[in-house]
């Protein structure tokens, strides 16, 4: 397992068959966690890996070593959190989620 902030990546042995492959956004990068607050992004560059979505969960598919790092809107490197090498294979992302009396909301940065 690794964890990067509210992000945690845990290895699986398949993606499930109904997951999606999904964008992109406009920098080319796959988006896991977008900070509502600070406005940071838990993000992979580059196209050594291959995201999917179910209604649950983000899974990864990691055809050779990347980063997972933790950006700004402008692309740069946050010094909250250091970048966590992925290593090839499938993963699965899990978000953090608090309890409080209104009931499970997930964390955002």
Do not use: C, F
Request: net charge negative; glycine share 6%; charged share 30%.
């Amino acid at each position: 397992m690794q964890r990067q902030g509210d992000v945690l990546i845990i290895d699986v042995d398949e993606i499930p068959e109904d997951a999606e492959e999904m964008k992109r956004d406009d920098l080319d990068r796959i988006v896991l966690a977008d900070g509502e607050a600070t406005g940071h992004a838990h993000v992979i560059r580059g196209r050594q890996v291959r995201a999917y979505q179910t209604a649950t969960a983000i899974y990864l598919a990691v055809v050779q070593q990347s980063i997972l790092e933790h950006l700004t809107r402008e692309n740069i490197p946050t010094k909250e959190h250091d970048g966590i090498p992925l290593t090839p294979g499938k993963k699965m992302v899990v978000r953090q989620v608090e309890y409080t009396p209104q009931g499970v909301r997930r964390v955002e940065d």
